[in-house]
Every structure is written in C-alpha cells, then in structure tokens.
T-cell receptor, first 115, second 113 residues
C-alpha cells in the first residue's frame, strides 16, 4: 500500500535553532517528492520538489534531501524563525497506468518555534 | 503572483443539501485537483481533472461527488446530498503539468449540520 510516514509528529524548538524533519515512504512507482508548509487553516504551500535523480534541493533556509534507495527524505530548517511555526507535510507523487499521477500526503510534522 | 482562488471561504449547509464549491485555477494551468482535509487529519486526494474529464479519482469520490469546468476559468466540486462526515476543508489545486508543482488555494471550510 502506498504510504508516507513522517516523524516526529510534533516538535518545539527555540527561535534561531536548526531542526530536521523526517519522511519515509513506500510509494511505487515513484515520480517525485515534495515538501509543503501549511499554516493553520490555510492551503499547503510548496517548498521543494525533487525527482528520483535529485539528492538535495534548497529553498532559502529550507534544505530537502532525498535517498531514493532507502525511500527516505528529510527537511532541514536553518536558523528557525517564529514564522516557521506550521505543519510541514511530505508528499509523494506517483503514476500508474500511464495517466496523470496523484499526490499521497503524510500526516505532517507540527513545528512550533518559540521565542 | 498568480494564485488559485476558492469561494466561499466557509460554507455551512444542512445535511442532505447540495453544495457547490468553486475554484479559479491559475490561468495557464492544465491540471486541476480537489483534495479534502478533515480537521486534525491528513490531506486526502479526491479527484484530478485534465482535458475536460476526470483523469483519476479516489475511493472517497463516490457518486455523490462531481466536478465540472463550466467555462474557461472556473472549476467546481459538487456534493449532491451532503452528509455530516463531509465536513472538512476542501482544497483546490492546479498545475501546469501532471508532475509539476501543484499550487493550492486557501480552501473552503465546509460544515454540514
């Protein structure tokens, strides 16, 4: 069964600190992996998107890694800010039958950045 | 910056009533999606739409649901006879290609009473 598992479920860090969020997936065939940031009550906003051949991708203070062999990804946030408080969702896209793929969402990691 | 817009932001309806949720995708995008998120749970895929027809749908998307692109700009989700369990945040998304980044709207919070 196609699944995306994230850890930890929630995380509290102090402003200015770094943190790393984890994502494991069992999705086949794999198309790409995305990290989204979702503020409470809002739609997800894309941070990074990586295909099979990409190992790392950065977007400002966000750096995502992908190990397609072990089917693991991480999102590293550097020098956290209060505005980083949100849910971070790992999403894996897959394709079947030659038609367009759809997205499988993880449950997200709820990050709280405290002053 | 172009964005996906959804209306209304919040809809309250009585059980058994029909609701239509509206979305205006980004203008040059070709692929359109509906997702839902029950409070406290993960986002779930409902349906994808391309070239004026459904390309994929999940088990959630049963006969009570339908989608339509009535004109060149709007993309709608209709729930024919709402149930209490349909209460959720419904997100519309669009992308230029099927594997490209999907842009999400702000969501419509549907409350069925």
């Amino acid at each position: 069964k196609n699944q995306v598992e994230q850890s930890p479920q929630s995380l509290i860090i102090l402003e200015g600190k770094n943190c790393t969020l984890q994502c494991n997936y069992t999705v086949s065939p794999f198309s790409n992996l995305r990290w989204y940031k979702q503020d409470t009550g809002r739609g997800p906003v894309s941070l990074t998107i990586m295909t099979f051949s990409e190992n790392t991708k950065s977007n400002g203070r966000y750096t995502a890694t992908l190990d397609a062999d072990t089917k693991q990804s991480s999102l590293h946030i550097t020098a956290s800010q209060l505005s980083d408080s949100a849910s971070y969702i790992c999403v894996v896209s897959w394709n079947y039958g030659g038609s367009q793929g759809n997205l499988i969402f993880g449950k997200g990691t709820k990050l709280s950045v405290k002053p | 910056e172009p964005e996906v817009t959804q209306t209304p932001s919040h809809q309250v309806t009585q059980m058994g009533q029909e609701v239509i949720l509206r979305c205006v995708p980004i203008s040059n995008h070709l692929y359109f999606y509906w997702y839902r998120q029950i409070l406290g749970q993960k986002v779930e895929f409902l349906v994808s739409f391309y070239n004026n027809e459904i390309s994929e749908k999940s088990e959630i998307f049963d006969d009570q649901f339908s989608v339509e692109r009535p004109d060149g700009s709007n993309f709608t989700l209709k729930i024919r006879s709402t149930k209490l369990e349909d209460s959720a945040m419904y997100f519309c998304a669009s992308s230029l290609e099927s594997r490209a980044e999907a842009f999400f709207g702000q969501g419509t919070r549907l409350t069925v009473v």
